[in-house]
């Protein structure tokens, strides 16, 4: 073999960093040692990896930028290697960066990331909750390393693992007249005053099940707060069209909600979770999609969703 694994990661830095000082500086080595690993790769195979110029720096040429997506890929499962033999328990650690549907969030990632931060206290992990756009950008940016949601508005090429069907259903007051309904048409619901859950795609999603019933909502109040639609619907302003179900029936109001199915055979989400495309997941990125597929039993699903 006429390269070395450390002569790879010499190669990295500098074009990460387009600069031969501040890549000797980040791996605490020479200057000469960054400049004689690339002339001995450039050397060996009779190749150009950079072009020098005062300006910019070092600029890759369009083999060296070929070469790099190999050299990364090589480098990083040199390390998932390195990790995987120091044991599970030991490669679960750094940095984990989590997308989230807001109205998800608080049903699944209590008991997601509950048993993952006693198993690997070395694992430090950011949620950051939004719009289901607002998610999908957070993913298509590299801000986070994977996103819990539904499979709308995903952008080009995500890697979405379906984890289960969110079908949609109705909520009333409980004391409604139609919470007691085993299952009810959309379509009944025409005159009914509406509490819409206002986001983008949810949104877009609403309008979609308006058209195919062929109804019009009387929408009287609009919220991007899922727990405010169930509290306004507690207390008797109107219905909702919601897909996911809380452990309890009560409101914030302290009142009772009753989730009643579609008798019709309506659009539904999926919930799942969505990865880039040709990223190299990392240790604690595979344990959470493990976690994730986990407390999506069929159980569970039940619960989640009114079926």
């Known amino acids: 073999m006429k390269f070395s694994l450390r002569q790879l990661s010499y190669v990295r830095a500098a074009a990460r960093h387009r600069s031969i000082a501040t890549a000797a500086k980040q791996l605490s080595i020479s200057q000469s040692s960054i ?3 690339i002339d001995s790769f ?3 195979f009779s190749i150009r990896l950079f072009v ?6 070092l600029v890759l040429t369009p083999t060296g ?10 480098l990083q499962q ?3 290697l390195d990790a ?32 993952m931060t006693v198993r690997y206290p070395d694992l430090r992990i950011q949620v950051l909750e939004g719009d289901l756009p607002f998610v999908n950008s957070l993913l298509d940016a590299g801000t986070v390393d994977v996103i819990l949601s539904y499979d709308l508005g995903l952008p080009s090429g995500v890697l979405f693992e379906k984890l289960g069907q969110a079908r949609p259903h109705a909520i009333f007051a409980s004391d409604h007249p139609l919470a007691s309904q085993d299952r009810i048409s959309l379509r ?43 509290s306004f619907v507690s207390a008797g302003l109107g219905f909702s069209i919601l897909n996911l179900r809380p452990q309890i ?9 009753a989730c009643v199915p579609f008798a019709e055979a309506l659009p539904m989400p999926s919930i799942g979770v969505g990865l880039r495309p040709n990223d190299y997941p990392s240790p604690a990125l595979k344990e959470f999609v493990r976690e994730c597929r986990r407390f999506f039993t069929p159980e569970r699903c039940n619960r989640l969703f009114v079926t």
């Open 35 to 37: 400049w004689a690993a």
């Open 249 to 257: 029936d009560h409101a914030y109001t302290g009142k009772q909600v």
């Open 65 to 74: 930028k070929t070469l790099l997506e190999r050299i990364e890929y090589l």
């Open 42 to 44: 450039e050397s060996s």
């Open 188 to 230: 009944d619901l025409g005159s009914e005053p509406m509490i819409l859950l206002d986001l983008p795609e949810s949104r877009t999603y609403f309008d979609l099940l308006f058209k195919i019933a062929e109804m019009s909502p009387n929408i009287i109040y609009r919220t991007g707060s899922y727990e405010t639609v169930r």
């Open 84 to 115: 995987e033999l120091l044991g599970i328990s030991a490669q679960v650690r750094g940095e984990l960066h989590i997308g989230c549907f807001a109205p998800i969030a608080p049903l699944t990632l209590p008991s997601i990331l509950q048993g």
């Open 78 to 80: 040199a390390e998932t």
């Open 52 to 57: 020098r110029q005062p300006s910019k720096g």
